[in-house]
């Protein structure tokens, strides 16, 4: 993966006016792993749940090279807002075919069981859940992630761990304690939980922990890569933003120790397992 700018995101930057939740760490969080999807040659669909005016689809858009829709869901669709969200899409990525490649679902998340979402099961790459912050809001949007998304995908969970926000940490970990070895949390930063299948957590580490630091300076600011254990006891990267003086890797681990921190992680992971 190249880690110099980003022009996609260098992009994305420059259409600050449009109003909405995604900060510009997040996005550059975001942009990684779409990035890495699209480097790896994972195809499939994008689907955000709660779009607003298109702040994040927007990002989502600029990432989407062909083969691939945009399924945007969130009841608010209509009138102003999606002329609007029309304009902003088109505006960032020209070159994108808005009747053919995006799907405007003005449906709840709830009814995504229906048509498109159904026959297109396990299609999906990257999910972004940002709708109902309810903790059976979030619970029901992963168990519909659960269905939609590929073997290789990501799935995004916005407002993990905000602080007016508590039920979707809820929703989360909930899910997640009650459905053990469907997805696993990856990395949790500017208040997004990143997730993968469970059986899929070990590439994307490695991947992150030799990719992820130097795409952030890059394109956003340093960052401290952290190994903790989430409240189920799965072992779980986080992310702080770092000083000059402190190391790429909090805790015990240097740069040039990666590969420790990666061993650490397939140890713990190793020994959940065993559990
Ligand atoms: C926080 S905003 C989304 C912000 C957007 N992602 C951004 O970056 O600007 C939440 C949106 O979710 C929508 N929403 C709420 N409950 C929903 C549900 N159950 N299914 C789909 N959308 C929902 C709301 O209409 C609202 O537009």
Known sequence: MNMSKDASLERYYGFRE????????????????????????????VLEIGVYRGRSSMLFGLYLHGRR???????????DVLEEL??????????????????????????????YAVQNRGQYAFIHID????????????????????????VICDDFFAAGRPAVTEGVYKYLHDHPGV???LLTGYNKA???????????????????GEY???NWRPVQIHLY???????????SERTKEQCPFGGYFEREESHALIAALSKAVGAQGNK
Request: with cysteine; aromatic share 8%.
């Open 86 to 115: 029309t304009r902003n899409l088109t505006d960032i990525a020209p070159s994108m075919d808005f009747e053919r490649d995006v799907i405007i679902d003005m449906r709840m998340s709830q009814e995504l069981q229906y048509d």
């Open 18 to 45: 449009v109003v909405g939740c995604t900060t510009a760490p997040q996005a550059a969080l975001m942009a990684y792993f779409l990035k890495a999807l699209n480097d790896t040659g994972v195809r499939g669909d």
């Open 216 to 218: 952030l300076e890059s």
């Open 194 to 212: 990143v997730l993968a299948r469970a059986d899929r957590y070990e590439e994307w580490w490695v991947r992150i922990i030799n990719s992820l």
């Open 183 to 185: 997805f696993k949390i």
């Open 131 to 154: 709708g109902g912050h309810s903790m059976l809001d979030v619970y029901r949007d992963l168990q519909q992630a659960e269905k939609m998304l590929g073997e290789k995908g990501i």
């Open 229 to 239: 254990n989430s409240p189920l006891e799965f072992p779980t990267l986080g992310l």
């Open 69 to 79: 829709r945009l399924h945007l869901v969130d009841p608010g669709l209509k009138g």
